[in-house]
């Protein structure tokens, strides 16, 4: 929704994406004003369930509390998971019981530990683990990954075959298949191979560190702070952000397919620095915009 | 800054406004996205050390905690006063100790009761003064007043009469002039009126309620909130909102000579029939609007 870091400026806002994958909605992080870009770009959310907090720094989760009302007064009532570092919910439940009082549906909170490497959430199809970064406070990326999906079931064997609906569920699984007239058709006949599992990651806000990469490696899509241009490289390291080159080193080492970046210092006048800089050291880097819509597979 | 109501829309955002008055700049409410709408203005605030809020309801401050935040990260040393209900530094406080430690300016709190209408701010060349409006929260209005100014001192009576500067403070406090020669020279010949002092009143969020308007007896321009048309008058009564034509009944009433409406809900979609609304009752009614400036004087 904003591709800003603290201080919004004329184009850009604070942080937050929605993440949809294996037709669910999730939330990143959530900068004030996310409600209001959601709106403007008329997203409808029937399938947000979760919302992921990296830190606990205001870019990154003053428009929560704006955004659980609003659903609120929605008449939601399917409750919410907020994962997020324990001091979220000691800061934000007195706010949720003085401004919504009476709310139709439930806020829940997962204690992470952002210094941890660990699964924090799993469903039917996909998993989201904690990256730890290195910040100012406790701080962690996500990495969201589809689980291994069933082989695809071939339309054309189905017909040669007679297959029977009842049968499909097990052919997905491996077995072959006995014709009526006593044939043995082997599953690999029967079927293509699955879809390789989608994988995205994002990590905000981080200083560059090695061991990041070996947690990404091979992920479809990384996004990635790119707080500064190597000109504030000095600044860069005092507030532990990363540069545009830094970003494009991590997905260098990690082999990603592509790179976006963004939560930008209000300090860059022209983007366009930060995608060269970052494209020098990793081609395929897109810049991160403020209510945009990427496709990602 | 916005014009809307709780639920942001494609074109409207929780509102906000700062008044210029006096060579002093004063906020009124802080809803979300205050301080990205002030960025995407280029507004500069040197003069901004007060900030007004009506009632403890999100659309009315949740932008507060935001905009303190980046305040302190732009280096302000000045404290800044949040004038409200004091529920709100009971909720502010611990979440500015906990993000924005360090923080370089105080924020100071003057506890208003919003039921009781009094003097709650003063300077050398103002006043402000809350009205109590019906609300389903304890929240009230301001009315901003210039204090009476002296007369002008006429440029060519100083040429005609040789006037020495020193003796300018003394006329236009009232004295007569005596020239070297001798003649006395009458205050009346010396000085014009002053310029009228200029008042400005902010009404939201309120039911209609018929005291209000003598409180706003022949204010230069009233700000009244006008959340409905009269299709939703049966849940305008229920939320204690204002239609439009009850807007214009209190300017009408109090014999203002400009009314702005806003806070206009989600559900209207044609603002124009607010207008139309209001005018068919107070001809001179103009509609707020997201990211205006309106020169009032």
Redesign the interface.
């Known amino acids: 929704m904003g591709a800003g870091s603290?201080?919004?400026?004329?184009t850009l806002?604070?942080g937050s994406q929605v993440l949809q994958m294996c037709d669910k909605q999730f939330m990143i992080d959530c900068g004030?004003?996310t409600?209001?870009n959601?709106?403007?770009m008329?997203l409808r959310m029937p399938r947000l369930d979760n919302i992921f907090i990296s830190h606990?720094?205001?870019d990154h989760c003053?428009?929560l509390?704006?955004l659980l009302?609003?659903l609120g007064?929605?008449g939601r009532t399917r409750s919410i998971t907020i994962h997020a570092h324990k001091?979220m919910e000691t800061?934000l439940r007195?706010?949720l019981e003085?401004?919504c009082e009476g709310m139709t549906y439930e806020v829940k909170f997962n204690h992470i530990n952002p210094s941890r490497h660990e699964m924090i959430y799993e469903d039917r199809t996909l998993t989201v683990t904690s990256l730890p970064l290195k910040h100012k406070v406790p701080c962690c990326g996500f990495l969201f990954e589809e689980k291994q999906r069933l082989p695809h079931m071939r339309k054309d064997m189905i017909q040669a075959y007679d297959i029977p609906l009842t049968e499909i569920p097990k052919i997905k699984e491996g077995a072959d298949f006995m014709t009526a007239d006593g044939r043995l058709i082997p599953n690999s006949s029967l079927t293509t191979p699955a879809t390789p599992p989608f994988r995205y990651a994002y990590c905000s806000d981080t200083a560059y560190h090695k061991r990041l990469a070996s947690w990404l490696q091979g992920v479809d899509c990384l996004y990635h702070e790119a707080t500064f241009t190597e000109e504030f490289a000095s600044r860069c390291k005092d507030t532990m952000h990363s540069t545009a080159r830094q970003a494009a080193m991590t997905a260098k080492e990690a082999g990603v397919s592509k790179l976006i970046i963004g939560h930008f210092s209000s300090r860059i006048t022209d983007r366009n620095t930060s995608l060269q800089e970052a494209k020098e050291v990793f081609e395929n880097t897109i810049l991160a915009e403020e209510r945009k819509t990427f496709v990602l597979s």
């Open positions: 603290a201080k919004p400026t004329k806002s604070p004030e004003g409600q209001i959601i709106a403007r008329s606990l720094h205001g003053f428009g509390l704006g009302s609003t007064m929605l001091d800061m007195p706010l003085y401004f």
